[in-house]
């Protein structure tokens, strides 16, 4: 499977900026171009793993269910 990032510096920068907005009672949240770019950067990258994971998954399910419905029948022949 595909690595998906650990941490992303950028969110969670946004969310802490986030809280304190809350807790101050701030109505608004401004970030610098800079800011937004990285921001945009780590969801793309983050979409982007996660497709692919979710595309293995889906892959990885369809053959587990394949499996499960095959019945292997076996048959010794016997003796009289």
Do not use: C
């Amino acid at each position: 499977m595909t690595n998906i990032p650990t941490t992303l510096p950028s969110v969670e920068k946004l969310i802490q900026r986030t809280r304190v907005a809350e807790k101050t009672q701030q109505k608004e949240i401004k970030i610098t171009l800079d800011e937004a770019k990285d921001l945009t950067a780590e969801l793309a990258v983050l979409t982007s793993k996660l497709g692919t994971t979710i595309t293995q998954i889906h892959e990885m399910l369809v053959e587990i269910n394949k499996k499960s419905n095959e019945v292997d029948v076996k048959f010794d022949g016997g003796s009289f």
